[in-house]
């Protein structure tokens, strides 16, 4: 059992605290947001994680989870400090710091003993040296620390599974001993450690984020491409994912990526090559790309209909960034809503678990209680978040609800050969001519 403290309970500190204290350690979890933290204390979560609630009641019960909004309550035992605050995107696309900076300038100011800070949040390479310095700079008598990179690699909707279930752990630091008592601590999980110095953790992270975005963008070339030439990319994909170079993951072709991490992450590396003087050629075009696959599913309508969406009614299937979760950051959704929205079109939304956020962000959509109220005189469905839910949906019910039977899947759930035998004038992302499976 070992002390840990962790900063920000946001998707990556509340799964990590949470996860640490099921491994059997007291975990003591502290935000700056006296709401969440009072929420928590009640086993309320802020966000949806599927496994997390049940996770966290459980360890709050047996005593090894404890929320707080003070430092020096958090910081009274620890033996490990973890920095989980968010990293948001800075204004030319670099990250903003602001909240490390505000971390690491309490834990130096209320360490009561040695410490190990680990930096969890996705930080621009550099960011274990500087945060070293400001903790040097504050600490009121020199109490001795280390910084570690140990970055995360959860994903959304999947994050406590991720969380046990690890391909690695990649740790990063100058101090070897200290980077030996972090991996003790992931023993447990049975996963490969890599341990290396901090910045190249640091970049091991980014480099990371950016391919996985690289694969969704190139099959989202690939898809276009098959829209031209009559190919289906669903099946490419398969073709290719068979190769073990390739693998199959992370190859859905789509509206492209969104979320707290890829947009942000790919944006901030490619501004960290052109500040050190190098060209992010393959990042500029993995970002140009994604930005014209999010309004692609528009322009499908606009082809349709030989021009604009003024006045049509749209319904969008799915509204957060991705399936299990409720997060919105960065969500196609919202390109896609702004875009009908702008061009005089009304919009209607139905997510399972996202509607409260969106309506947040995208005050003008019209969000109804299920899929059946969203098709109801509708002159197209568009499909933007892959849930299970949607998958076994009556889609002759579907149909006959519509105004205009018009289905754009851009999350390619659906098969076109059967939706066009329902009746629908039905396209996919890379299904073929007109984005439709063709057997000529
Ligand atoms: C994380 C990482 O931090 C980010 O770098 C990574 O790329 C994506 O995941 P996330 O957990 O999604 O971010 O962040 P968010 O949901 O914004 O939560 C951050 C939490 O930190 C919030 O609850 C916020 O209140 C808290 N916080 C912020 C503090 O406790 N102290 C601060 O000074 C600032
Ligand atoms: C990501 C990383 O995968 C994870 O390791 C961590 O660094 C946090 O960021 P997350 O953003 O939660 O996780 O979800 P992920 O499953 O990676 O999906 C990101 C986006 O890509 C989503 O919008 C998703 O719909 C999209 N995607 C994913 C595709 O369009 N096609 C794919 O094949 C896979």
Redesign the pocket.
């Known amino acids: 059992m070992r002390n840990i403290c962790v900063i920000g309970v946001g998707y990556v500190g509340l799964v990590t605290g949470t996860a640490f204290a099921d491994l059997g350690n007291r975990v003591r979890a502290l935000d700056i947001n006296e709401e969440r933290i009072a929420n928590l204390k009640k086993a309320i979560l802020p966000i949806y994680e599927p496994g997390l609630g049940e996770l966290v009641e459980r360890n709050m019960k047996a005593g090894r989870l404890q929320f707080t909004t003070s430092y020096q309550e958090a910081l009274e035992d620890a033996e490990f400090a973890f920095i989980c605050v968010g990293t948001p995107e800075g204004v030319d696309g670099e990250a903003d710091l602001q909240y490390v900076r505000a971390a690491a300038e309490e834990i130096a100011r209320l360490m009561k003993k040695p410490l190990i800070i680990i930096n969890k949040s996705?930080v621009p390479v550099g960011t274990g040296d500087w945060v070293a310095n400001i903790v040097r700079e504050n600490q009121k008598e020199p109490i001795p620390f280390a910084v570690v990179s140990c970055?995360?690699?959860?994903?959304?909707?999947s994050?406590v599974s991720?969380f046990f279930n690890p391909d690695r752990t990649v740790l990063g630091s100058m101090d070897l001993e200290a980077a030996d008592r972090v991996a003790q601590l992931h023993l447990p999980l049975r996963a490969p450690i890599v341990v290396t110095d901090l910045r190249t953790a640091e970049m091991i992270?980014y480099a990371?984020?950016a391919f996985?975005?690289t694969?969704?963008s190139f099959?989202?070339e690939i898809s276009n491409i098959c829209e031209t030439l009559g190919a289906d990319v669903k099946e490419v994909a398969t073709g290719m994912g068979y190769d073990k170079r390739i693998g199959p993951?992370?190859?859905?072709?789509?509206?492209?990526?969104?979320?707290?991490?890829?947009p942000k992450?790919v944006k901030a590396l490619a501004y960290m090559a052109q500040v050190h003087g190098t060209h992010p050629q393959l990042l500029q075009a993995v970002m140009d790309i994604n930005d014209y696959q999010r309004r692609h599913v528009v322009r499908k309508l606009e082809e349709i209909w030989g021009g604009s969406v003024s006045g049509k009614t749209i319904g969008l299937l799915g509204l957060a960034?991705?399936?299990n979760?409720d997060d919105m950051r960065e969500?196609?959704s919202i390109t896609v809503g702004d875009y009908l929205n702008g061009r005089g079109a009304k919009v209607r939304g139905y997510d399972p678990v996202a509607m409260k956020n969106a309506g947040k962000i995208m005050p003008y959509v019209e969000m109804v209680d299920d899929p059946y109220l969203l098709a109801k005189d509708v002159d197209a469905l568009i499909v933007l978040?892959?849930w299970n839910e949607f998958k076994q949906l009556d889609m002759r019910k579907i149909k006959e609800l519509m105004k205009e039977p018009i289905l754009i899947d851009g999350r390619n759930l659906y098969e076109p050969d059967l939706m066009q035998n329902i009746g629908f004038t039905y396209r996919g992302i890379g299904r073929g001519y007109d984005g439709t499976k063709t057997n000529g």
């Open positions: 996705t970055p995360e690699f959860l994903r959304e909707g994050a991720d992270k990371s984020n996985l975005a694969k969704i099959i989202n993951h992370f190859l859905e072709a789509g509206v492209g990526y969104g979320g707290s991490c890829f992450d960034f991705k399936q979760t969500a196609p978040t892959p």
